[in-house]
């Protein structure tokens, strides 16, 4: 069983940083995708990073292209969202999971998931 522990959120300004933690218990295997989504109420959970160990890959929405970066520390089984140059409309749940999707932007594809946390940038 793979549990996922998200820590790190908070309420911040405008330009503002910070970095969320996923905490990743039990096995999985280095095929599997680690992802972050984010969820604001009415509408649908959203891929923001996703990273792949075996081929190593990173991936971005968009929308946080050169603002965010997605790490893991295989060491303390941990993955990172560093978040930069935060804006209003990245206020959202954030959500760890992993999985095998046939896209890494698909959440349909996963089937760990955290329990999520709160990110607010507002001034």
């Known amino acids: 069983q793979v549990t996922l522990v998200e820590s790190g959120g908070g309420s911040v300004q405008p330009g503002e940083s910070l970095r969320l933690s996923c905490l990743i218990s039990?096995?999985?295997?280095?095929?599997?995708?680690m992802t972050w989504f984010r969820q604001v109420p009415g509408k649908e959970r959203e891929a923001v990073a996703g990273?792949?160990?075996?081929?190593?890959?990173?991936k971005y929405d968009d929308s946080v292209k050169g603002r965010f970066t997605i790490s893991y520390d295989n060491r303390e089984n941990t993955l990172y969202l560093q978040m930069d140059s935060l804006k209003p409309e990245d206020t959202a749940m954030y959500y760890c999971?992993?999985?095998?999707?046939?896209?890494?932007?698909?959440?349909?594809?996963?089937?760990?998931w955290g329990q999520g946390i709160q990110v607010t940038v507002s001034s």
């Open positions: 999971t992993t999985g095998v999707p046939a896209a890494w932007w698909d959440y349909r594809g996963y089937r760990n």
């Open positions: 990273f792949s160990r075996v081929p190593l890959r990173e």
């Open positions: 039990g096995k999985i295997t280095s095929r599997y995708w």
